[in-house]
Structure formats: C-alpha cells, structure tokens
C-alpha cells in the first residue's frame, strides 16, 4: 500500500491514456451519469405520452368549436389511431427504463430509435392531411420533428457519429410522409425535390444536434477526469449523504475495487479558510490513526488525502454483503448463537483500536457490515473508525442519524449517558453502544423508543432498559441477557471493562452453535443464484444495493 496521503499523481492530472484504460473506450461516460440519462429519457417518454393525449383531446375540441354542427369530432381518425399508437410506444419505453436491472447504454440506445419513431408518427400525423401551401407554393418550414431532434441531443448523451445518422434519419421522415401522402392521393406538390426544399431547416438541426452531443460527451468526459482520485478512477455514484457522497472506484495498476468517500471541509465545521485548515489537519490525523489499524474485523483504509479544490477523501475496502441494520430488517431478529459470533469479532476490532487510544464513538448496527470475505462468511467488518466526528453545529433535535457538533455524540439510539453528558470518554462508551447493537439484534427492536432525539437521549440518561427476553420471541439465554443488560449499565464502571472482557464473557455463553458451516448455508440461501459466493460486488447477497458503503455518509 502507498503511503497514505500520497496516492500517485495529482487529482486531475489524468491523460487520455488513462481514461482509455479505466473506461475501455474514451468515450464511455460513467456509469451513473448514463443511469441518470437513461431515467431522463423514461421522463421524456412519459411527458410525450401526456403531450400526445392533450394534443388529440385539443384537436378534437377545436373541431367542435369550429364545426359546432358537426359531429366528427366524436369520431376517431388516421391520426388519433397513430397518436394513440405513439402513447402506448411512450409508455412502453417508460415502464422499460424503470423496470429491472437495465443496460442505460443499451435504454439509451434505444431511445435513439425512440427519437425516430417519434419522428415518423409526427411527420404522418401533419402529412396525411395534406400538405399546406401558401399561393400554391411550397414554403420552408421547422417542423416538430426538428425540435424533437434537439430534445433529444440535449437530455440523451450518445456519440456525434449516433446522433447525425439518427438525426438524418428522423428529420427524413417529413419528406417520406409527404411522399406517402401523395401516394395515397392526399397531396400534389410537383416534383419530388420540393419535399426537401420544405424542410431542409429540419437537416440543419440535425446538424446543431449533433454539436450539442458532441458537447455532453465532452462534458461527462471531463466528469471522468475530474474524478480522477490519484491512483484511483473513479466509477458510478453509490450514494450521496450530508457529508458528501460515495463512488464506487478502480485502483488503476491493481483492478481493485474501492469505495472512495469525498467529503465537503464545509461539513467539517470549516466556516473560514483558517477553520478549514484545521478541519484538514485534524482529517489527516485521525485518518492516520485508522489507517493503522490491523485488525481483520476493521474496514480497511488503503489511502486519504486532499485534492487541489480541498475535497477531503477515504479510499476503503469496498465489502460484499450488508451492515446489520438492513440484515434484522430484512430478516428478524438473530439466534443468539449468531449474535455471539457476530459481537466477538466486533470486541476484536475494538480491542485494538482501545489500545491505540481510538474510541470509535458512533458503534450501531449500521456501522458493522457482515459478508463474505475469501471463503470465510458471517465475516464481521467495522466501518468508520473515529473519521471525521468536528462538524458544524446542528441541533439535538434534527433526527435518530448521527447527531453533529463540536464534539462527536454518535447516534441517539446507541449513545453512552456519558456521550450525552459531554464527559469524556473511554472504550467502555462502545462497550455500552455494542450492547444496544446486540439487544436490536437478539428483539429487532431498540432498547429505548422515542420521537424525538433529546427524549431518546433522556432515556438513556435515566430508564433501565426492559430485559430483552421480554420484547421477543427468541429464546433468550438468561446469561447472554446478563450480560447484554451489563453492558447497558449507566456506569461505565458496571460495565465490562474493555472488549477483550467482554469476548471472554461471550465465550463462556451457552447457545446454539453458529461457525462457519451454519454460516455458509445461510448465505447460500439467501444469496441470488447468479451471485459468486466470494465477490466484491455492489449487490448484496440478497439482490439489494449493498448499503454498508452508504452507512458512512450517514453522519
């Protein structure tokens, strides 16, 4: 691993080269800017479907106004037929962008085709009609179809190349439907080079189309590059939160996956550039701290640093798998057994960072991932080790999230009556949060309920907690409940004294035995068929956005 800080060249300094290596082609935007467009274009869809509607109902209304005597305008026609074929055509394309696991590239291109159709059904719906004359003359005209050529330039990114040859295609159809409306005796307009003499403005927006989406290319181009982190490319958004956001990333050398976390030097409290720097300093500090942790059970941190525009960012493992919270949620409360398995490997990485001197401070079911990791499962991961805690001031009373200010409070629902207090505090504040994490884990529910964070803080302050084995089902051990109920003592002193106690405690527990053998059939039960049992991968093992990535946003 590079030093941390010093990554490789500087953010930015990325050539073609580069990108051509991370991306496989340099024109490839990344993937979460092709999902977002792909999106767009279902909005799009759905807005010419509404379009479609009105337009009929408009023209049906118009004939009654201006034939009041007439009944036509009950009737349906060649173009209402065709409009009504365009609705469904939207809405099929709609419903196609949001459903399921799509290729945006290939939703993209797709709506390209889209664009064409579009096109044809215009041009029939104003053609068949007839084409209008002025003087008997044939007049140049813009046409829908070139405005919905532009749209399209302008909210679908696709290659220059793509957009002429779809764009000479779409404005085409006006010249084939009046050609089919001659045909079919509607229209007589003499020689057939008058169709291009109408609408060759349509072709010159094809033209301007086709600079607009050489335009977007290049902008998401530079997207590409600007998030260029050092040694690291980076790849789709995983998630945004008050600290900033998440990106899947790629160690260029190496092919690693990573997460990388940027975060704003705003959300650090740094209201001046004084301020700023020495939210930066204390960044690095406490990232040098992490980063040397050695435990197996702690996230590990393969690099930080700063870029040129004072972005602070985490490159961290990137886990297969899911944190606590999503697992009870989607699954109920845990056999004790595997609760026991599961806290040992939390003392451990807890241990360790008790005896450098690291408090983590914010320890919840949302901060402890379990996955796989090689062939071993059930494997425990503790993320966010003590990072970035000095925010800006917020009040109490903005949520159940981790609550900001100058000093680290954690999370209301698993916060120590010392952290609420403002005393300082040791390792035993983690034990105490360790214990909220296993009363949710053995009920599904949290020790306290409140609505409001300073009512949940005051619990903690001042009510014993309900004996577990009374807010569940599960068969409770009566010396797990012990302990869990030891570690939930106001009094840091009556609690266990450090993780390592605690291990030991846990061991000597009787319960149903959970190793590696009862592990890995739980996943392979849980886990989709077409998942690989050990992969590193954005998708949980039970086909979700795997949200371990996006718990540390949650700050």
């Known amino acids: 691993m590079s030093k941390p800080g010093l990554i490789g060249p500087p953010p930015g300094s990325s050539t073609p080269a580069d990108l051509k290596r991370s991306h496989g082609r340099t024109r490839d935007l990344p993937d979460d800017l092709l999902r977002a467009a792909s999106l767009r274009l279902g909005v799009m869809s759905l807005l010419f479907a509404v379009l479609w509607v009105v337009g009929i109902a408009l023209g049906h209304l118009a004939e009654h106004a201006i034939h009041p005597e007439s009944q036509r305008w009950l009737q349906l026609d060649v173009g209402d037929l065709i409009g009504l074929g365009s609705v469904v055509l939207s809405l099929g394309l709609f419903g196609y962008s949001r459903t399921g696991d799509r290729d945006p590239r290939f939703v993209l291109d797709l709506g390209l085709m889209y664009m064409i159709a579009t096109a044809f059904s215009l041009a029939l719906v104003f053609h068949l009609g007839g084409v209008s004359t002025a003087g008997g003359m044939i007049l140049p005209e813009i046409s829908w179809v070139g405005a919905v050529v532009l749209m399209f330039a302008a909210i679908i990114p696709t290659t220059r190349m793509k957009m002429l040859v779809a764009g000479f295609i779409a404005a085409s159809m006006n010249p084939i439907a009046m050609l089919i409306s001659r045909a079919q005796g509607h229209s007589d307009f003499g020689p057939w080079t008058r169709v291009l003499l109408m609408h060759y403005p349509d072709f010159i927006l094809v033209g301007a189309a086709v600079v607009i989406a050489g335009v ?218 360790l214990g909220c994490v296993a009363y949710y884990l053995v009920t599904g529910q949290l020790v306290f309920e409140a609505e409001k964070a300073f009512q949940m803080i005051a619990k903690h302050l001042q009510t014993e907690p309900v004996p577990p084995s009374e807010r569940t089902e599960q068969t409770i051990s009566p010396e797990l409940e012990r302990l869990i109920l030891k570690c939930l003592a106001k009094s840091p002193t009556d609690r266990p004294q450090s993780a390592a106690q605690l291990a030991d405690a846990l061991d000597w527990i009787p319960a149903d035995a959970w190793g590696e053998e009862q592990a890995r059939d739980w996943w392979a039960a849980h886990r989709p068929a077409e998942q690989p049992a050990a992969t590193s991968s954005s998708v949980s093992p039970l086909g979700v956005e795997s949200p371990s990535l996006l718990t540390i946003l949650q700050r």
């Open 216 to 433: 977007v290319t290049r902008l998401g181009q530079q997207v590409t590059k600007a998030r260029a982190m050092g040694s690291y490319q980076l790849g789709e958004l995983l998630g945004r939160g008050g600290m900033g956001e998440v990106y899947k990333a790629t160690h260029r050398m190496l092919a690693r996956p990573a997460a990388i976390k940027l975060i704003r030097t705003e959300m650090l409290g740094a209201v001046d550039e004084e301020a700023a720097k020495l939210a930066v300093t204390r960044f690095r500090r406490e990232a040098e701290a992490a980063a040397n942790l050695r435990s197996q059970h702690t996230v590990e941190l393969y690099d930080f640093g700063v870029t040129e525009d004072g972005t602070l960012y985490l490159v961290m493992e990137f886990l297969d798998g899911m944190d606590l919270e999503t697992l009870v949620r989607q699954n109920g409360p845990l056999p004790a057994g595997r609760v026991i398995h599961i806290l040992r490997q939390v003392c451990d990485s807890l241990e360790e960072a008790h005896s450098l001197g690291l408090v983590h401070r914010d320890i919840k079911p949302a901060n402890i991932h379990l996955g796989t990791v090689g062939l071993r499962h059930d494997f425990v991961k503790v993320l966010d080790f003590g990072l970035v805690k000095e925010v800006s001031n917020v009040s109490v009373e903005t949520s159940m999230a981790t609550i900001p200010g100058q000093m680290a409070l954690g999370t209301p629902a698993y916060m120590a009556p010392e952290m609420a207090l403002g005393e300082a505090v040791d390792g035993r504040a983690d034990i105490y949060a």
